[in-house]
């Protein structure tokens, strides 16, 4: 099945059929600038999530406590109406043995959030690539969102956050560890 990219002249057909003018001089660069903001809005799709995540061993054998960083951004698109949807994210894990580089987790999260995506697979995608490669004793992923699929249309909820959360490893039966991590990924 061959792949026919999707071009200028597909952007400046749609503006076509919205009612506007392409070659007007407000929209004459219009098509060129929004395939140059998709590349770079799904630019996730040509990243490999493993190789981002470089771990170390050196340092890490002794260190027992959660690792967390909070307030990443999050900008992504969902895959029902393509409309935006952005927030934070807050992600962190119990190393067995293993660190990576802080930056990494934000990379992460970028280059998943750099796909068509809902927010449920996008929480779950970050937090199994973490364990899967990590190896930790547990790993906690929160994401706050607001969607511009709710507040610009249908039922227009301006402000409304969505959080969704996984819990993977020793998160999941140790309450104790569970609440810690959610206390630190708390605002």
């Not at 059929?17 to 060129?32: C, F, I, M, Q, Y």
């Not at 799709?45 to 771990?55: C, E, G, R, T």
């Not at 930790?136 to 249309?153: D, F, L, N, Y």
Request: aromatic share 6%.
């Amino acid at each position: 099945m061959s792949k026919e990219a999707f071009s200028e002249h597909d952007w400046r057909r749609l503006l076509t059929t919205l009612g506007e003018d392409p070659d007007r001089p407000g929209l004459a660069e219009t098509p060129h600038r929004v395939a140059k903001a998709w590349k770079h809005w799904t630019s996730g799709y040509d990243q490999d999530p493993v190789a981002l995540l470089k771990a170390f061993e050196d340092g890490a054998e002794e260190y027992n406590e959660l690792i967390v960083v909070r307030n990443i951004p999050v900008y992504s698109h969902c895959e029902h109406h393509l409309a935006p949807f952005f927030g934070k994210a807050t992600v962190g894990y119990l190393p067995n043995g293993k660190i990576v580089g802080l930056s990494k987790l934000t990379r992460l999260v970028d280059c998943f959030a750099k796909r068509l995506q809902v927010q449920e697979r996008l929480t779950v995608q970050i937090a199994n690539t973490l364990m899967e490669v990590l190896e930790p004793k547990a790993v906690g992923v929160v994401i706050k969102c607001r969607h511009m699929c709710m507040e610009s249309r249908g039922i227009r909820t301006p402000g409304e956050e969505t959080i969704t959360s996984s819990m993977l490893g020793e998160l999941q039966p140790n309450l104790g560890l569970r609440t810690e991590f959610l206390a630190l990924a708390r605002d």
